[in-house]
């Protein structure tokens, strides 16, 4: 059975931090991730997809990293700011199945 | 902005009540999905509809059940509401081409609609 873990569950930065959030995946056998922002009692924002062919996706300061064969990803936000406060979402379908399972998600708060 | 729009925003019912959300999906995706959030939680995959058929499910009762329409909106009803059936469902569109067997695109989230059970 797929999990999926998100650590740290909470983040507090400065403004300008550049920061690493983590996403890990105990069955490797997946064909894509997803990272997802959501604002507070909002819907998900799709940042980025990574196929699991591919080792990383970049958009602006959003940088995915794939590790499929350790079971992680990260994200990488570089120069943080306090428009970026929201919690962070993970997801992964298992197998060839359309639906996706999520991480706990990360809550983030950048300090002005 | 996705393109994907539920209705209602906010709902309050109380237990045993039966409710029916909806989801009008992108223009041009054939596949819909409903996820059940909790607070503090992530997302929890309740089923699954592509061109009107089920297409796969969660673990959640058959008081959960789904319709997809023609013009690829959909709607989640449930029955018999509980306490614990209030949570933020979301509905996801996507486009599957299913040409590899496998699920390769993004899936677009609407806002939401938040369920308060009494």
């Known amino acids: 059975k797929q999990e999926v873990t998100q650590i740290p569950a909470a983040l507090s930065v400065p403004e300008g931090e550049n920061l690493v959030l983590n996403c890990s995946f105990t069955?490797?056998?997946?064909?894509?991730l997803q990272w997802f922002r959501q604002d507070p009692g909002k819907g998900l924002t799709s940042l980025l997809l990574?196929?699991?062919?591919?080792r990383e996706q970049t958009s602006g300061r959003l940088n995915a990293s794939l590790d499929k064969s350790s079971g992680r990803s990260t994200l990488y936000i570089a120069a943080s700011q306090p428009g970026d406060s929201a919690t962070y979402l993970c997801a992964v379908p298992p197998g060839n199945t359309g639906k996706l399972i999520f991480g706990q998600g990360t809550t983030l708060q950048v300090k002005p | 902005e996705t393109g994907v729009t539920q209705s209602p925003t906010h709902l309050i019912k109380t237990r045993g009540q039966q409710v029916t959300l909806r989801c009008s999906s992108q223009?041009?995706?054939?596949?819909v999905s409903w996820y059940q959030q909790a607070l503090g939680q992530g997302p929890q995959f309740i089923f699954q509809y592509y061109r009107e058929e089920e297409n796969g499910r969660g673990n959640f009762p058959p008081r959960f059940s789904g319709l997809q329409f023609p013009n690829y909106s959909s709607e989640l009803n449930v029955n018999a509401l509980e306490l614990d059936d209030s949570a933020l469902y979301l509905c996801?569109?996507?486009?599957?081409?299913?040409?590899?067997?496998?699920?390769?695109?993004?899936?677009?989230f609407g806002p939401g609609t938040r369920l308060t059970v009494l």
């Open positions: 223009s041009g995706h054939n596949t």
């Open positions: 990574i196929q699991s062919s591919q």
């Open positions: 996801a569109s996507s486009l599957e081409i299913w040409t590899s067997g496998a699920s390769t695109d993004t899936q677009y």
């Open positions: 069955d490797s056998a997946i064909y894509n």
